[in-house]
């Protein structure tokens, strides 16, 4: 039954409480009372010595004396004596005596040394004299022995503990070594089978100390704010390798090559400082360390090596190699981060991610494994050293190539490279790419690729997250886990801090709002907060306990340190907060008392352990005076003791307690004497106690001055108490004080939290709770009393209203389940506390909480429209429960077992429930009185863990997954009929796996898709098709261990896993992702994962409920971004089938079979495979719960943020009046539906590009635009008569409704402007008569609105019942109108009475024998027939009269979405891009057949394979020609009389990348990130030449200049995602040449003036030159490190007015605002820096969520002219002089720029802005105009050589603009 969250036990509720059963009242006669006690005579005890404190200095421990300087220099070999300023540096911190005072560090104390004196290299060992033992320690079994590899003696460290055997520089831990060296070189030995831990302390320049560990014990790689653990696998081969374990038998020396400075960039995004200490523990051989800022090639060495661009490793350094051998059959080398990872070179600052927002895992990092190797690294990330089989073949070695490959051989196809095994064994976020190499003579084997064509997924790219993180944690419900006695005030009261397991929260008391501290990986065990609210320290549980010291105002760690104490459990600071103690236990169980100097943490220094002491008393409360920093007070089991703090030790006296000796002592406070005298003779201690005494102690006698007892009250009519005596009855147990200035809050385990006056002469207030109060704390202004108690609640009490605030409430036990509901926004959890809690997901708070004693809830889920959830339990019962009467509806005992998961379908009409006997429930909810409908036994498995994601139901209802019968199988039945459709066994799907797979959890994609997810027990995420089982992709490695939930988002873009005590999210888009995103925070496995209703927030569970912000909301309005891979496999196409089966990337015998037992339904998949280059449609994905076929789905816009301004100031310009007029229009819509009309009797022919209806003459390709529609067009009609057209569009941002407009056909102009629906228009339709205009608003709208064409006034408007997909009327009837949609047909008789139109309706189901698709389009026949089409691939036939279906038969594989109809000829279109003719002349013969109809009569004459789903067409009468559009933005001319298909209009179908001109402007040419290169003819913009490179995005293009060679060379340099730069020949139409002169995506790419020279920019900021004829990169520019190339701009320029030499002055701009310009002349190899400019940017600039780029381009009117756009404080463009070195011009813009052009031949100015606007200004005259006509973002503009033209790009459409008379 539903019950309250505290009891109102006999006091009248208080008004405004806010919290049901929380009594706040004066005194009363049932209240408590203090019993008297006899007071205890005052007795002298001894005295803790005084104190006098010493001024603040720094301290230099003993043993760290500077060494006088000696001025021996350092050799190249690093020969010569200590050098200056060669001493150990002491480490700052507070002396012992004087602990509280804030230490002032000395400006010197923490400098690292000067690094001069450290170059070129130091030999670490040598220079700190480590044979001496005096500036550094060992520890254990280390002793001096001789190699014999080596020849010389080395270290031996050895030991069975690695942390008891070691060697350590410096000796003390308070002292550092200071060394700058970028390069660390360890060369050492591993002991054969044993581990070893390298410990490396590295300071950063903000003074952070971060721990860097490599070893062989670590299995993973763990990151924290503090501590970097790092794998290093060295192993010998086995079947089944696990990158973990002991060293191998036959262990090499290695040089192990750390690039400290590129570690903290990439994996802390923090700036390196210095090396402050090095620890080598066992086990292994050392021979010495070196650092250096040179990159050394260890194998290399000698004169011979002087011409190679590598510096030879020292002489001093090398590793002998005998003669005749390699080095690399003999050492190892591994270079780690490995060189190919390029890093920025300075931190990179992400606005985008909150301090609260941890994010671990590879997301944005290279694989955070080292392997070590036996061929230098340098072009691979991990490959692993493996002692080959007897088997393993032998292969020469491969010498190391000093610059990158250039393959002059045909392609290889991606696809082929990037599936085969050896790419599948690695990690998908850091798959290798290397050359296959092997070392016979050594017996190594090195597992790298043989392809140098390997696709690689940098882990530095994370394109498929926008923002990263994509997840911020919002908010936590939860208080308490290890304890619930941390909770406390800030200083100003204004907000409580308290721990939620392992986060700690921050609540604002007023406001409700949460701040979080996350880091901790186990349950917080104590905290406290200094006075000033400065420092927060923190400890968590588990042994041995971490602690952290955080800045409280930013939330940042400054500190992350070990405790000299097993486990922590009070923390305790002074008020300045210079000292922190803390008393926990030892390894030995024993209390410890640890006080740490904390006065430098926040001026970059250490925590410093003051002292430390043991005690044999208990300890429960230990505190700091207020008073005096060095005293401090505890309270235990029969004791209370004064400790103080003095001469570096801790020292207590014990209070003489007399006959209290033997009390259970629970928590102290002190408080002030009444005159407020801070003196510590006049401060008083007050302890509690477990049998509810109240001591108040004088801390100077250290004697008890008053004893009082909480005893319990009589009971009303009981007999005459007597007076209770100290041993006579049991007082109340307090469990917690608090002391104010004015009173003491007193918190007792009866539940009450009581305020009393200091003299506790009565009770003032009192609060009854609903368990035992564990914490009391009084705010520091005294009016508000904090709480908490056991059961997991934590609130105050307001002591002027008597008002008591509920905080938080929490589940004392891990939470199992979850389940959300939509209209109430409200959140139900199961626990194991057994409870079922009803949350409010928009406060957190709780609204009823459901108890049960006897048996306890496992399972949950909301009814999805009615205010009832369903709960399962132990017992096997389902129950019903009503959240408005709080009470049990109906109960079932169907199951046997406890029922492991409940889910309903969407609809709300069937729910479904397991159990772990393994049954099956099927229930219908069509009414509140729900009854069983099915139980079937032995279906679920029945030893499958209780799970959320036990079973799953489709997003449309019609499916239900579940693993089972066994564990090895998931199931899919209807879920209606519970018939088995599918069943596929995990089991055969790893066969490289020694163990036999099993499914934990299921989960369906959305219903376009047809996605059904499966995690399995071998750490892996196998999507499958719902539909045929097919494996569509493979996501392995996922976790460790088996995930217990999983979640795909409506619009398929992120996965949620619950991954241990993680959560990790996918770009489930992209299909080579880079890895998850991983979070913190749960110190307890999550158990269920889910997104909210409304998509824009997660919810994890587990040890608490955490939400989550979704930084980048999915969209309804994108398709999913997942179904190209299942259009290919769902549809079955022949040539994709092999592509498909590579998908999963296995090496399996079998492919597994959907069963027997029923037909499956053919998938329907959301839109036709475009590629496979990510690109995404910006189609609305429809109602949740239908799955609608791709070009029957409702059309919406991609969305565009206009803002206010650009829709009232842009307009396009009329054709005559403007400076530009608009020319032509390269592309169609191929995202909308019946958007293109041709007429062959009158020639008319049109078709939309945007937001443009494109009229265009067939013959001559001139084309008339007609403007004005303010978001994209979605669907065109035509009237019959061709005088009108029709043109319907979505809803934009600055309009409430979509629009429709009328034109005049022959004269171009719109006649009207209606707005219709508030939804997107999906279909329009004219009548026969063209007296009326038919609309039909899309699935969310369902309306259905009838218009006079006379004055386009509404006639009738209809709300549909269900979502309709098309519509038409019958051409031989104005009076009957049909519609079609899902499970019905729907016709509508038209009645005219005078103006009125009255609508009959007649509705008729779909007949079994159609199938269970839904009707996606329809047509009329001859007379009374209605075809139509369905989503299955059917086309059944109508006879409108009688209103049946009599024939059907099948015509596709995919929906149909098109159908037309002339003569006796039937033309259909298909999502799998079919177009077929069918002869039909015998249908309407068959009709008097009735059902018995056969389909025989219908044969198909014609069929032809377009590039894309067919969404529109148009045929002449005669159904011989016709003009068919598709989803791929091409509009093909059908002749079925010749059977060819020709290209009339064709467009890139993804974003437009480049525009470039070959210089006789004959022709021009674009790149787009689908992978093509178009070549076109400028003056009829017809199609010459197309490259396509496929699953490759082009991103740049250039066209050799005129003066390389004849115009019959011209050449197009491209540059590609993978980073190859492809060279095209115009002329023979081929590649030339393929180079790979960056790792990374190529981002701008352009040729010299004399084209013998190609420059190329990359992602990561890096300029490669090289020679386009013979691929040779021979210069690497580095200075815009860190930052993408957005431009390179070329110009020929004599330098000589700029001071400089050289042919060529260019410039490259990159995205961190900064522009460089150079002289060079390459044919002497010379490029000089002209001058670096940079631009300031503010915080946020972002337009549509992504930064504007930074654009820069020579000025062509003034070569001394720099033109400059970005993001920075003000929008405009910015001209430098080159000459004057400054800015000498700005011009303000209303919007940040995206594209930038300046016109060669005038001075006009182009900019386009993501407003979908475009801007060109004059430079001469100062004026500007705006040009609208884009839909989307102008993310690309162009003047063609002569500036007579302007090309201008958003998204995939391109528009011509003339420039007349300029």
């Given at each position: 039954m539903a019950r309250g969250s505290a009891r109102l036990a006999g006091v009248p509720r208080v008004p405004g409480s806010g919290v049901p059963g929380s009594r706040v009242g004066g005194r009363s006669a049932q209240g408590p009372r203090l019993g008297p006690e006899a007071r205890v005579p005052a007795q002298a005890g001894s005295r803790l010595p005084g104190a006098h404190p010493r001024a603040p200095?720094?301290?230099?421990?003993?043993?760290?004396?500077?060494?006088?300087?000696?001025?021996?220099?350092?050799?190249?070999?690093?020969?010569?004596?200590?050098?200056?300023?060669?001493?150990?540096?002491?480490?700052?911190?507070?002396?012992?005596?004087?602990?509280?005072?804030?230490?002032?560090?000395?400006?010197?104390?923490?400098?690292?040394?000067?690094?001069?004196?450290?170059?070129?290299?130091?030999?670490?060992?040598?220079?700190?004299?480590?044979?001496?033992?005096?500036?550094?320690?060992?520890?254990?079994?280390?002793?001096?022995?001789?190699?014999?590899?080596?020849?010389?003696?080395?270290?031996?460290?050895?030991?069975?503990?690695?942390?008891?055997?070691?060697?350590?520089?410096?000796?003390?831990?308070?002292?550092?070594?200071?060394?700058t060296g970028r390069y660390l070189y360890v060369l050492f030995r591993p002991l054969p089978s044993k581990h070893f831990v390298i410990h490396l302390d590295v300071s950063s320049k903000d003074n952070q100390v971060i721990r860097v560990s490599f070893s062989n014990l670590f299995k993973e790689f763990k990151s924290t704010a503090t501590w970097l653990q790092f794998p290093l696998v060295l192993e010998a081969r086995t079947p089944q390798r696990d990158l973990v374990g002991l060293a191998p038998s036959g262990a090499r020396w290695t040089c192990l090559q750390l690039d400290l400075q590129d570690v903290l960039l990439v994996y802390l995004n923090r700036c390196y400082g210095h090396l402050k200490s090095i620890r080598l523990?066992?086990?292994?051989?050392?021979?010495?360390?070196?650092?250096?800022?040179?990159?050394?090639?260890?194998?290399?060495?000698?004169?011979?090596?002087?011409?190679?661009?590598?510096?030879?490793?020292?002489?001093?350094?090398?590793?002998?190699?005998?003669?005749?051998?390699?080095?690399?059959?003999?050492?190892?080398?591994?270079?780690?981060?490995?060189?190919?990872?390029?890093?920025?070179?300075?931190?990179?600052?992400?606005?985008?991610?909150?301090?609260?927002?941890?994010?671990?895992?590879?997301?944005?990092?290279?694989?955070?494994?080292?392997?070590?190797?036996?061929?230098?690294?340098?072009?691979?990330?991990?490959?692993?050293?493996?002692?080959?089989?007897?088997?393993?073949?032998?292969?020469?070695?491969l010498a190391p190539r000093p610059f990158p490959e250039v393959s002059l051989s045909q392609e290889r196809s991606d696809a082929s490279n990037a599936d085969g095994p050896g790419f599948h064994s690695l990690e998908p976020w850091a798959q290798v790419e290397a050359s296959d190499v092997h070392t016979a003579a050594a017996g190594t084997h090195v597992l790298t690729h043989e392809s140098a064509e390997v696709p690689v997924a940098r882990t530095g790219s994370c394109e498929g997250f926008l923002p990263d993180p994509v997840l911020r944690l919002k908010g936590v419900i939860g208080f308490g886990g290890h304890g619930t006695r941390q909770a406390l005030w800030t200083p100003d009261g204004a907000a409580v801090v308290y721990p939620c397991h392992a986060v700690i929260v921050v609540l604002l008391v007023d406001t409700g709002e949460q701040r979080f501290f996350l880091g901790h990986t186990d349950k917080v065990s104590a905290l406290a907060l200094d006075g000033s609210s400065s420092l927060l320290a923190s400890a968590q549980a588990r042994a041995p306990s971490v602690m952290r010291l955080w800045d409280f105002q930013t939330g940042r760690c400054l500190c992350l340190f070990r405790s000299p104490m097993h486990v922590v459990c009070s923390l305790s600071f002074s008020d300045s907060g210079a000292l922190l103690c803390g008393v926990g236990k030892d390894h030995h169980g024993r209390t410890m008392v640890v006080a740490w100097g904390t006065g430098q943490v926040g001026l970059g220094g250490e925590v410093v352990v003051l002292a430390k002491a043991h005690t044999d008393f208990d300890v429960q409360a230990f505190r700091v005076t207020f008073f005096d920093e060095t005293r401090m007070a505890s309270c235990g089991q029969g004791s209370v003791r004064l400790w103080r703090l003095r001469g570096g030790a801790l020292r207590s006296c014990p209070v003489d307690l007399g006959e209290h000796h033997a009390l259970q002592f629970t928590d102290l406070a002190f408080k002030q004497a009444r005159d407020g005298c801070p003196e510590p003779s006049a401060a008083m201690l007050l302890v509690c106690s477990r049998s509810g005494h109240i001591l108040e102690i004088d801390c100077q006698r250290m004697v008890v001055r008053h004893a009082r007892r909480l005893l319990p009250t009589r009971t009303p009519g009981g007999p005459h108490p007597q007076k209770q005596t100290f041993s006579s009855g049991p007082g109340i147990a307090i469990s917690s004080l608090s002391v104010s200035p004015a009173m003491c809050a007193v918190g007792s385990e009866d539940g009450f939290l009581r305020l009393w006056p200091l003299d506790f002469s009565s009770v003032l207030l009192e609060a009854e709770h609903e368990g035992p109060v564990s914490s009391v704390c009084v705010s520091p202004d005294g009016l508000r009393v904090l709480s908490a108690t056991s059961s997991g609640h934590l609130g105050f009490l307001d002591t002027l209203s008597r008002v008591y605030h509920m905080l938080a409430r929490s589940h004392t036990a891990p939470v199992l389940a979850l389940a959300m509901e939509q209209r109430r926004g409200q959140l139900a959890t199961v626990s194991q506390d057994r409870t079922v809690r009803i949350w409010d997901l928009a406060t957190l708070q709780q609204l009823y909480d459901f108890t049960s004693s006897e048996e306890a809830p496992c399972a949950v889920t909301f009814h999805p429209t009615r205010p009832t959830f369903f709960c399962g339990f132990s017992s096997g019962a389902v129950r019903s429960f009503s959240l408005e009467a709080a009470e049990v509806l109906v109960e079932h005992t169907c199951h046997r077992g406890a029922v492991t998961s409940l889910t309903a379908t969407p609809d709300g009409r069937l729910l479904f429930s397991s159990c772990s006997q393994g049954s099956l429930a099927q229930y219908s909810c069509a009414d509140p009185q729900w009854h069983v409908l099915r139980v079937a036994a032995d279906m679920v498995c029945p030893d499958a863990p209780a799970s959320p994601s036990a079973l799953a139901v489709s997003r449309d209802g019609r499916l239900l997954a579940f693993v089972g019968p066994s564990r090895c199988t998931v199931t899919v039945m209807g879920s209606a009929s519970l018939d088995e459709l599918l069943r596929v066994d995990i089991g055969t799907l790893d066969l490289a796996s020694s163990r036999l797979d099993s499914a934990m959890a299921v989960c369906f994609g959305p219903a376009a898709l047809g996605h059904l997810l499966v995690s399995t027990s071998s750490n892996r995420v196998v999507v499958l098709d719902a539909v045929s089982g097919r494996i569509i992709r493979e996501?392995?490695?996922?976790?460790?261990?088996?995930?217990?939930?999983?979640?795909?988002?409506?619009?398929?873009?992120?996965?949620?896993?619950?991954?241990?005590?993680?959560?990790?999210?996918?770009?489930?888009?992209?299909?080579?992702?880079?890895?998850?995103?991983?979070?913190?925070?749960?110190?307890?496995?999550?158990?269920?994962?889910?997104?909210?209703?409304?998509?824009?927030?997660?919810?994890?569970?587990?040890?608490?409920?955490?939400?989550?912000?979704?930084?980048?909301?999915?969209?309804?309005?994108?398709?999913?971004?997942?179904?190209?891979?299942?259009?290919?496999?769902?549809?079955?196409?022949?040539?994709?089938?092999?592509?498909?089966?590579?998908?999963?990337?296995?090496?399996?015998?079998?492919?597994?079979?959907?069963?027997?037992?029923?037909?499956?339904?053919?998938?329907?998949?959301?839109?036709?495979?475009?590629?496979?280059?990510?690109?995404?449609?910006?189609?609305?994905?429809?109602?949740?719960?239908?799955?609608?076929?791709?070009?029957?789905?409702?059309?919406?816009?991609?969305?565009?943020?206009?803002?206010?301004?650009?829709?009232?100031?842009?307009?396009?310009?009329?054709?005559?009046?403007?400076?530009?007029?608009?020319?032509?229009?390269?592309?169609?819509?191929?995202?909308?539906?019946?958007?293109?009309?041709?007429?062959?009797?009158?020639?008319?022919?049109?078709?939309?590009?945007?937001?443009?209806?494109?009229?265009?003459?067939?013959?001559?390709?001139?084309?008339?635009?007609?403007?004005?529609?303010?978001?994209?067009?979605?669907?065109?009609?035509?009237?019959?008569?061709?005088?009108?057209?029709?043109?319907?569009?979505?809803?934009?941002?600055?309009?409430?409704?979509?629009?429709?407009?009328?034109?005049?056909?022959?004269?171009?102009?719109?006649?009207?402007?209606?707005?219709?629906?508030?939804?997107?228009?999906?279909?329009?339709?004219?009548?026969?008569?063209?007296?009326?205009?038919?609309?039909?608003?899309?699935?969310?709208?369902?309306?259905?609105?009838?218009?006079?064409?006379?004055?386009?006034?509404?006639?009738?408007?209809?709300?549909l019942p269900e979502p309709v997909h098309g519509v038409a009327f019958n051409p031989w009837d104005a009076g009957e109108l049909t519609c079609v949609g899902q499970g019905t047909v729907t016709f509508w008789l038209l009645q005219l009475r005078g103006a009125d139109i009255s609508l009959q309706v007649r509705r008729e189901p779909v007949?079994?024998?159609?199938?269970?698709?839904?009707?996606?389009?329809?047509?009329?026949?001859?007379?009374?027939?209605?075809?139509?089409?369905?989503?299955?691939?059917?086309?059944?036939?109508?006879?409108?009269?009688?209103?049946?279906?009599?024939?059907?038969?099948?015509?596709?594989?995919?929906?149909?979405?098109?159908?037309?109809?002339?003569?006796?000829?039937?033309?259909?279109?298909?999502?799998?891009?079919?177009?077929?003719?069918?002869?039909?002349?015998?249908?309407?013969?068959?009709?008097?057949?009735?059902?018995g109809a056969r389909s025989s009569s219908v044969f198909m004459e014609h069929e032809l394979v377009l590039d894309g789903a067919v969404v529109s067409a148009s045929f002449d009468d005669s159904v011989d020609m016709g003009v068919v559009g598709t989803t791929a933005g091409t509009l093909w001319f059908v002749s079925w009389a010749e059977g060819t298909s020709t290209r009339l209009i064709s467009g890139h179908r993804s974003k437009v990348n480049e525009v470039v001109f070959s210089p006789g402007e004959s022709h021009c040419a674009t790149c787009s990130e689908d992978g093509s290169v178009r070549v076109w003819a400028l003056a009829s913009m017809e199609l010459v030449i197309q490259f396509q490179v496929l699953n490759q995005s082009c991103l740049c293009l250039a066209w050799s200049p005129p003066c390389c060679g004849r115009p019959e060379q011209q050449r197009l340099a491209a540059g590609y995602g993978d980073g190859s730069l492809r060279i095209f020949s115009i002329s023979r139409t081929a590649m030339e040449l393929k180079m790979h002169p960056h790792p990374v995506a190529l981002t701008s790419v352009a040729f010299s003036t004399d084209g013998q020279t190609v420059l190329s920019g990359d992602k990561d900021g890096l300029v490669a030159v090289s020679h386009p004829r013979t691929g040779t990169t021979f210069r690497v520019l580095s200075d815009h490190q860190g930052a993408p190339i957005s431009t390179i701009c070329v110009t020929c320029k004599e330098c000589e007015d700029l001071g400089v030499e050289g042919t060529d002055l260019w410039l490259a701009a990159s995205g961190d605002q900064r522009v460089s310009v150079w002289a060079s002349d390459w044919l002497r190899n010379r490029c000089e820096l002209v001058d670096w400019l940079s631009f300031p940017m503010p915080a946020t600039t972002e337009t549509q969520g992504h930064l504007p780029p930074s654009l820069a381009a020579f000025c062509p009117w003034d070569g001394a002219l720099l033109m400059y756009v970005g993001p920075g404080v003000y929008k405009e463009v910015i001209i430098y002089n080159l000459c004057q070195k400054q800015v000498v011009e700005k011009i303000p813009l209303p919007f940040f720029a995206m594209s930038l052009s300046l016109s060669p031949g005038t001075h006009l100015l182009a900019v386009g802005f993501a407003e979908c606007m475009l801007r060109l200004v004059d430079c001469a005259m100062g004026t500007a105009q705006d040009f609208a006509g884009h839909d989307n973002a102008v993310h690309l503009c162009r003047f063609t050589p002569s500036a007579r033209l302007l090309f201008t790009a958003a998204r995939n459409e391109i528009l011509v603009w003339e420039v007349p008379g300029r």
């Open positions: 200095g720094a301290w230099l421990p003993s043993g760290a004396r500077p060494r006088p300087a000696s001025l021996a220099g350092v050799g190249v070999a690093g020969e010569g004596a200590e050098s200056p300023g060669s001493c150990l540096v002491p480490e700052a911190r507070p002396s012992p005596a004087v602990a509280p005072a804030r230490v002032a560090e000395s400006p010197d104390a923490r400098r690292p040394l000067p690094a001069a004196w450290q170059h070129p290299f130091l030999n670490v060992f040598r220079h700190f004299r480590v044979d001496e033992w005096k500036r550094s320690a060992k520890q254990g079994d280390v002793a001096v022995v001789t190699d014999k590899t080596l020849k010389g003696a080395v270290y031996r460290i050895r030991g069975s503990v690695s942390a008891a055997n070691y060697i350590q520089l410096p000796k003390s831990s308070t002292q550092s070594l200071g060394l523990c066992a086990s292994l051989l050392v021979r010495n360390l070196y650092t250096s800022d040179l990159c050394f090639e260890p194998a290399i060495s000698g004169a011979q090596w002087a011409k190679l661009p590598v510096t030879p490793m020292p002489r001093e350094m090398a590793f002998p190699v005998p003669k005749g051998e390699s080095w690399h059959d003999r050492y190892i080398h591994v270079r780690f981060p490995s060189e190919s990872l390029k890093v920025p070179s300075k931190p990179i600052e992400k606005s985008c991610s909150p301090p609260e927002a941890v994010l671990l895992g590879p997301g944005p990092q290279p694989l955070p494994c080292l392997v070590a190797s036996s061929k230098p690294v340098r072009f691979s990330v991990s490959p692993v050293v493996q002692t080959p089989s007897p088997t393993a073949s032998g292969r020469a070695p996501l392995p490695g996922v976790h460790p261990e088996p995930c217990p939930s999983l979640t795909l988002s409506e619009d398929a873009r992120f996965l949620l896993i619950a991954a241990g005590r993680t959560i990790k999210v996918w770009d489930y888009a992209t299909q080579a992702s880079p890895g998850p995103q991983v979070y913190i925070g749960h110190s307890e496995p999550v158990q269920a994962v889910a997104f909210s209703p409304d998509q824009q927030q997660v919810l994890s569970a587990g040890d608490a409920v955490f939400l989550w912000d979704v930084l980048a909301a999915t969209e309804s309005d994108q398709s999913f971004p997942g179904a190209p891979p299942a259009c290919k496999t769902g549809l079955g196409a022949g040539p994709l089938e092999d592509a498909a089966s590579r998908a999963s990337e296995l090496p399996r015998q079998q492919v597994p079979k959907p069963s027997q037992a029923s037909p499956p339904r053919l998938g329907v998949c959301a839109r036709p495979p475009e590629g496979g280059d990510g690109a995404r449609d910006t189609r609305n994905s429809g109602a949740p719960r239908t799955t609608y076929l791709a070009s029957c789905k409702a059309f919406t816009p991609a969305r565009v943020s206009c803002s206010p301004h650009s829709a009232k100031g842009t307009c396009l310009p009329p054709a005559s009046g403007g400076w530009l007029r608009l020319k032509a229009v390269v592309g169609y819509s191929g995202n909308g539906r019946a958007n293109m009309v041709w007429r062959p009797d009158t020639g008319f022919f049109a078709y939309t590009c945007g937001r443009l209806v494109v009229v265009e003459d067939l013959h001559s390709g001139a084309q008339q635009h007609w403007s004005g529609h303010s978001a994209e067009i979605s669907t065109l009609a035509l009237s019959h008569s061709a005088q009108v057209l029709a043109s319907a569009s979505g809803r934009s941002s600055t309009t409430a409704h979509c629009q429709i407009r009328v034109w005049d056909v022959s004269g171009g102009l719109c006649q009207h402007l209606i707005f219709p629906h508030s939804t997107t228009v999906l279909a329009l339709a004219f009548s026969p008569d063209d007296r009326l205009l038919v609309t039909l608003g899309d699935h969310d709208g369902r309306t259905l609105a009838l218009w006079g064409t006379a004055t386009y006034d509404l006639v009738s408007s209809t709300r007949p079994e024998a159609v199938g269970a698709g839904e009707l996606t389009s329809l047509c009329y026949g001859a007379p009374p027939l209605l075809y139509c089409g369905t989503s299955s691939g059917q086309v059944c036939v109508w006879d409108t009269r009688a209103g049946r279906c009599f024939l059907s038969w099948e015509a596709d594989d995919g929906g149909i979405g098109l159908l037309l109809f002339s003569g006796s000829r039937l033309v259909s279109g298909s999502s799998t891009g079919r177009l077929c003719l069918w002869a039909v002349g015998a249908v309407s013969e068959l009709r008097c057949k009735g059902s």
